[in-house]
């Protein structure tokens, strides 16, 4: 198989991910329009608590979230999928001028900015493929903005830290000294709740794990048999967070690219992590770049949205 250049640098980090003793393959590589569908479908399970909790804090709240964006608003969503949670704020924040869905899966945002191009007439609306984890160019927009980036989704939890100080760097510069940062984040809670949310019943979950493995036999001729692994999703107490696996029910060996990566039966390969904070921890975690203005939680106080402004 023919391997352009993108196809190539993600043959790197997957090969990367793989010769490590801990196999892992880095989570973005879930997100094809496929897996892109499958993560929809699991907001919408009832053992999905994050996204329905998350949009009813938003909704119920709305009002107020609007006072701290300002009058006129540039919003900027890295990894924006189907923009379906944004949808509470397009439609009933008129300070709203700019729409900039940011996102690794080009087809599908496209598809979606369309859409609501038609649907929000007095919005512009500019779609960006990009990896968010590495630089990438955004497009003008007038000066008389405030630039706030919208992150929902709890998503910087699947960040390490690492990640997430880069990551927060890039923030940073998006909303400029001026601008501020609204975000999504999962809090700890009982671990029934947290692992089941991880392990659907109907297997929905599963599928959008596996699909990472069909990604990748796709887009580099990788040969992973995807029967031969199977789900599995764990809280890791000392780390914080939920771990997803890929577990080999076989000895057997996968061929990528001219390379033979070995799997022992049992063996794992590591595909994500989702953090999960108490409210001291994040406010923690983001200070060195963001102050933490307003928290907004649910009934449960199992999720929360924040409003951060920039330091300094
Ligand atoms: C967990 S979904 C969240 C979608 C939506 N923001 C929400 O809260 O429902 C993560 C989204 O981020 C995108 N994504 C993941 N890694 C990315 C990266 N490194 N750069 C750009 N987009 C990325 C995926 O394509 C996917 O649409």
Do not use: C
Not at 23 to 47: H, R, V
Not at 189 to 204: F, R, S, T
């Amino acid at each position: 198989m023919q391997t352009d250049t993108k196809n190539q640098s993600m043959l790197d980090e997957v090969l990367d991910g793989l010769r490590q003793s801990q196999k892992s393959l880095p989570s973005k590589f879930f997100y094809d329009e496929k897996g892109s569908k499958i993560f929809n479908e699991i907001t919408q399970l009832k053992e999905y608590y994050p996204t329905r909790t998350e949009r009813r804090i938003l909704d119920r709240n709305i009002t107020d979230i609007g006072r701290h964006l300002g009058d006129k608003v540039a919003l900027f969503e890295p990894g924006s999928g189907s923009s379906e949670k944004t949808m509470v704020l397009l439609t009933r924040l008129p300070e709203i001028k700019y729409y900039i869905p940011i996102d690794i899966s080009g087809d599908y945002i496209f598809k979606v900015a369309e859409k609501l191009k038609r649907q929000f007439e007095g919005i512009e609306v500019v779609p960006v493929q990009a990896d968010y984890t590495r630089p990438f160019e955004l497009p003008e927009v007038n000066d008389d903005v405030r630039n706030i980036v919208f992150f929902p989704g709890s998503t910087i939890g699947n960040f390490n830290l690492q990640t997430v100080h880069r990551f927060l760097n890039v923030v940073a510069n998006i909303a400029g000294s001026n601008g501020g940062f609204l975000i999504g984040v999962d809090l700890k809670k009982e671990i029934p709740l947290l692992e089941a949310a991880y392990n659907d019943a109907k297997g929905v979950t599963a599928a959008f794990n596996k699909n990472i493995l069909h990604h990748i036999n796709r887009k580099t001729g990788a040969n992973f048999d995807v029967d031969k692994f199977r789900h599995k999703a764990t809280w890791n107490e000392k780390k914080g967070r939920i771990e997803m696996h890929l577990i080999a029910d076989k000895d057997h060996t996968v061929q990528l690219n001219g390379e033979a990566v070995h799997f022992s039966m049992g063996e794992s390969i590591h595909t994500e992590n989702s953090h999960k904070y108490t409210l001291d921890e994040f406010e923690e975690m983001v200070s060195p770049w963001f102050e933490v203005k307003q928290v907004w939680l649910d009934e449960n106080r199992w999720f929360s949205v924040q409003y951060l402004e920039p330091v300094g």
